[in-house]
């Protein structure tokens, strides 16, 4: 198993965590799309308020797992600004709630809402409910455990339809990764995990990719979207038995 290098003992790293967010949030806001893809949502930025809220109260280090999602989900981390933020688990679990801003440029079938959002996301109230289910408290799962997304950019077709970032083209991923990279690293090297579990098979490929060289070990767990056919039958047993697998859970 990994072994923890010090960096930051004793004190935790959210100023430092903040500035890579805030970093990774200005380069990934440069950044362009071509269609399909019609508008694209940096909760990073319009979300911020909340986010910060998030690493402020949860950033502290070291960590022993990081979980890593994919990227915002439109009723999720676009509304709450927080990694698989179902608004319901955001403000009963995790105790969050703020003003959210809207940004330049909305979709008509995806309007930002913040908290006053009438739909949920069913990932979100997959995982945080697991944590829930397991640790009671969102300060107990804190205590070892973080979550962030890879990318932190969603993609809305002008459908209004989803678009993952591993359906972009590799003229757009180039640049885009490399700035995912950078803030993933970051904050490995920043909370010390000892382990790194991708929340689906993108997650953790893009982990092993971009974290070469560091001492942390990979594992994954099943995405909890309805669009994985498995998750919808016992996401929470599916997921808790990965966990066990790994040596992380009992």
């Known amino acids: 198993m990994a072994k923890k290098t010090g960096l930051n003992a004793g004190h935790p790293p959210n100023a ?4 890579a967010a805030r ?10 799309f071509r269609p399909p893809v019609d508008c694209v949502y940096n909760p990073l930025d319009h979300a911020w308020k909340s986010h910060l809220a998030y690493v402020e109260r949860f950033g502290g280090a070291p960590k022993k797992i990081i979980f890593l999602g994919m990227n915002p989900g439109p009723w999720g981390m676009v509304q709450t600004g927080i990694p698989f933020g179902d608004i319901g688990r955001v403000r009963d679990f995790l105790g969050i709630e703020t003003g959210v801003e ?3 440029k909305e979709h008509t079938a995806r309007p930002v809402l ?25 300060d107990a799962f804190f205590a070892e455990h973080f979550v962030v997304n890879y990318c932190p950019l969603a993609f809305m077709e002008e ?3 989803n678009r993952t970032p591993d359906k972009l083209p590799a003229t757009e991923t180039e640049p885009l990764f490399a700035a995912c990279d950078r803030h993933l690293r970051r904050v490995v090297e920043l909370l010390q995990p000892a382990w790194l579990v991708g929340v689906g098979g993108f997650a953790e490929q893009r982990a092993r ?9 990979f594992g994954r767990v099943p995405h909890p979207s309805p669009a994985n056919p498995a998750a919808n039958r016992d996401w929470n047993g599916a997921a808790t038995e990965a966990m066990r697998a790994l040596g992380l859970w009992d």
């Open 16 to 19: 430092d965590l903040i500035a």
């Open 209 to 217: 990719a971009a974290l070469t060289g560091l001492p942390v070990e």
């Open 23 to 32: 970093a990774l949030r200005e380069e990934a806001g440069r950044l362009s």
């Open 114 to 138: 913040g908290f006053a959002c009438p739909r949920s996301e069913v990932s979100g109230k997959r995982f945080w409910g697991l944590m829930k289910d397991r640790f009671a408290t969102a």
């Open 102 to 104: 809207r940004p330049e």
């Open 159 to 161: 459908s209004g339809r």
